[in-house]
Nanobody
Framework: QVQLVESGGGLVQAGASLRLSCAAS????????MGWFRQAPGKEREFVAA????????YYSDSVKGRFTVSRDNANNNVWLQMNSLKPEDTAAYYC?????????????????WGQGTQVTVSS
């Protein structure tokens, strides 16, 4: 069982940066692939980024590649999403998720554990 708590969201202007954090409970954090998803109003939840348990492999959606960076600290059970050059279309609730699948999955159905979400709003 993994419990996840996100933080770091807020209201920023286009071009700014934000760093989202996700704190995880449990003693086996390094065994989980961690993902970030987002959901904008009226839209389906979509994959943003993922990082394997070892931290050696990362995955990004095309819409954020080159602007967002996912990282993790297994010693302290934390995962981060550094978001640079934010755009108004990045506005959404961002969710941290965990899966025991070894590979990085883009499918939200593969992630059984979810945080409560943190809101990111980017103004133009």
């Amino acid at each position: 069982q993994v419990q996840l708590v996100e933080s770091g969201g807020g209201l920023v202007q286009a071009g700014a940066s934000l760093r989202l954090s996700c704190a995880a409970s449990g003693r086996t954090f390094s065994r989980y692939t961690m993902g970030w998803f987002r959901q904008a109003p009226g839209k389906e939840r979509e994959f943003v980024a993922a990082i394997r348990g070892s931290g050696g492999y990362t995955y990004y959606s095309d819409s954020v590649k080159g602007r967002f960076t996912v990282s993790r600290d297994n010693a302290n059970n934390n995962v981060w999403l550094q978001m640079n050059s934010l755009k108004p279309e990045d506005t959404a609730a961002y969710y941290c998720a965990a899966t025991s699948l070894h590979s990085g999955s883009y499918n939200e159905d593969d992630y059984p554990y979810w945080g409560q979400g943190t809101q990111v709003t980017v103004s133009s």
